[in-house]
């Protein structure tokens, strides 16, 4: 049969799109659930069983695959779930249980601007609160009762995220972790079931994603403490303490830190305990510190982002306190950073201290900040 012929069935899509997603890439290899290079140690429930016609994975929690060393090439498995509300995710170049990079699709939110997300795992933190809209988003349409079918294409630092029918890529970035071989994995929030789970490695491309520059005003450099439990701390004081481990930390293109990438997953499990402390619903502090070097006194517009919660203070004075936490200000809610707030800095002539003090709870934590010129300062 010719390729007319194969055009004139219902499979002429499929096949066509098959024909252009393995050239260049090695001959898809099939992961069974069966395999003992799983390991399941990370979900609370998983188990292996025929689901709508085929032999499926069901996982609730984190399932990861230590058979292969992947750094480019493409993921491709199907997902469905049958509860009115679950996540479906694809773990890849993973490091570690807590280290790795992420793409996954919530099943509940077809034709929402957020069905489909990217989001760099540091220190067990999944940030999706930091990369939003332009960033790690994508909107999706599909029926969360059927399979849907999610490729995953990665080359270097880009990642290509196609979902359901679409031709076209969902969601295009730059990938945030460093570029390393690692194992891939599952994640299923709520219940999901996957099949046909699959990778193509490719070679490692050079033809990088080129990242923009900080665009003038943006604060690329800063000094982080060590993190604490914020319910023992003034936030609206400067730290009091000597704070052993400030250290420096510089931010992404966009002026954005991820403090989960500076901030080691044991210090959150080794904070003090006082019996029912829980890092996952009790509030993490951590301070962020900069010198603004000013010509003269003068007045500074700075806008500024964060996640979840925020004290500013300038040369000891706070300056605003502000919440952006999940659903702290309405039920929908998501509690995404970005510069939405601004707030008008007094500077005083010569050396002036900024500090941000940043608590989480949940969905990561970060900050963010520029001025509106630079007229007359140095950072």
Same mark, same amino acid.
């Given at each position: 049969?010719?390729?007319?012929?194969?055009?004139?069935?219902?499979?002429?899509?499929?096949?066509?799109?098959?024909?252009?997603?393995?050239?260049?890439?090695?001959?898809?290899?099939?992961?069974?659930?069966?395999?003992?290079?799983?390991?399941?140690?990370?979900?609370?429930?998983?188990?292996?069983?025929?689901?709508?016609?085929?032999?499926?994975?069901?996982?609730?929690?984190?399932?990861?695959?230590?058979?292969?060393?992947?750094?480019?090439? &493409?993921?491709?498995?199907?997902?469905?779930?049958?509860?009115?509300?679950?996540?479906?995710?694809?773990?890849?170049?993973?490091?570690?249980?807590?280290?790795?990079?992420?793409?996954?699709?919530?099943?509940?939110?077809?034709?929402?601007?957020?069905? &489909?997300?990217?989001?760099?795992?540091?220190?067990?933190?999944?940030?999706?609160?930091?990369?939003?809209?332009?960033? %790690?988003?994508?909107?999706?349409?599909?029926?969360?009762?059927?399979?849907?079918?999610?490729?995953?294409?990665?080359?270097?630092?880009?990642?290509?995220?196609?979902?359901?029918?679409?031709?076209?890529?969902?969601?295009?970035?730059?990938?945030?972790?460093?570029?390393?071989?690692?194992?891939?994995?599952?994640? %299923?929030?709520?219940?999901?079931?996957?099949?046909?789970?699959?990778?193509?490695?490719?070679?490692?491309?050079?033809?990088?994603?080129e990242v923009s520059e900080p665009e003038p005003g943006v604060i690329t450099n800063w000094s982080l403490s060590n993190a604490f439990r914020a319910e023992n701390v003034n936030l609206a004081e400067p730290p009091s303490e000597d704070y052993s481990h400030w250290f420096?930390?510089?931010?992404?293109?966009? %002026?954005?830190?991820?403090?989960?990438?500076?901030?080691?997953?044991?210090?959150?499990?080794?904070?003090?305990?006082?019996?029912?402390?829980?890092?996952?619903?009790?509030?993490?502090?951590?301070?962020?510190?900069?010198?603004?070097?000013?010509?003269?006194?003068?007045?500074?517009?700075?806008?500024?982002?964060?996640?979840?919660?925020?004290?500013?203070?300038?040369?000891?004075?706070?300056?605003?306190?502000?919440?952006?936490?999940?659903?702290?200000?309405?039920?929908?809610?998501?509690?995404?950073?970005?510069?939405?707030?601004?707030?008008?800095?007094?500077?005083?002539?010569?050396?002036?201290?900024?500090?941000?003090?940043?608590?989480?709870?949940?969905?990561?934590?970060?900050?963010?900040?520029?001025?509106?010129?630079?007229? %007359?300062?140095?950072?």
């Open positions: 049969m010719n390729l007319q012929s194969l055009c004139s069935t219902l499979t002429c899509t499929f096949v066509l799109s098959s024909i252009f997603v393995t050239n260049g890439f090695s001959q898809a290899t099939r992961v069974s659930f069966d395999d003992p290079a799983w390991d399941f140690s990370r979900s609370v429930e998983s188990r292996v069983e025929i689901y709508k016609g085929r032999e499926s994975l069901y996982l609730e929690g984190k399932a990861l695959f230590s058979g292969t060393h992947f750094a480019d090439g &493409i993921i491709e498995v199907d997902v469905t779930t049958p509860f009115p509300r679950a996540y479906a995710g694809v773990l890849f170049r993973t490091q570690s249980p807590t280290e790795y990079e992420e793409a996954y699709i919530r099943l509940h939110k077809s034709g929402s601007p957020d069905a &489909i997300q990217y989001t760099p795992v540091f220190n067990d933190v999944a940030a999706w609160q930091l990369y939003g809209p332009g960033d %790690g988003w994508g909107m999706a349409a599909f029926d969360r009762h059927e399979w849907i079918s999610i490729r995953i294409e990665i080359s270097g630092n880009q990642i290509k995220v196609f979902a359901g029918q679409s031709d076209n890529a969902i969601v295009s970035t730059h990938l945030r972790r460093e570029e390393k071989n690692g194992g891939l994995g599952l994640w %299923g929030l709520f219940g999901a079931y996957f099949s046909n789970f699959r990778y193509s490695p490719a070679e490692s491309s050079e033809d990088n994603l420096e930390a510089e931010s992404e293109s966009t %002026g954005l830190v991820n403090l989960s990438r500076y901030l080691p997953d044991e210090d959150f499990r080794n904070l003090p305990d006082d019996g029912d402390f829980d890092a996952g619903q009790s509030a993490l502090g951590a301070h962020a510190k900069t010198i603004i070097t000013s010509e003269s006194d003068q007045i500074k517009k700075l806008y500024f982002g964060y996640s979840d919660n925020v004290v500013i203070i300038l040369n000891g004075k706070p300056m605003y306190s502000g919440k952006s936490g999940f659903q702290s200000r309405d039920p929908l809610f998501q509690g995404m950073i970005g510069y939405h707030d601004a707030v008008f800095l007094d500077l005083k002539k010569g050396k002036n201290e900024l500090l941000f003090t940043v608590t989480e709870t949940f969905g990561g934590w970060g900050l963010m900040a520029k001025f509106e010129n630079v007229a %007359g300062i140095e950072f």
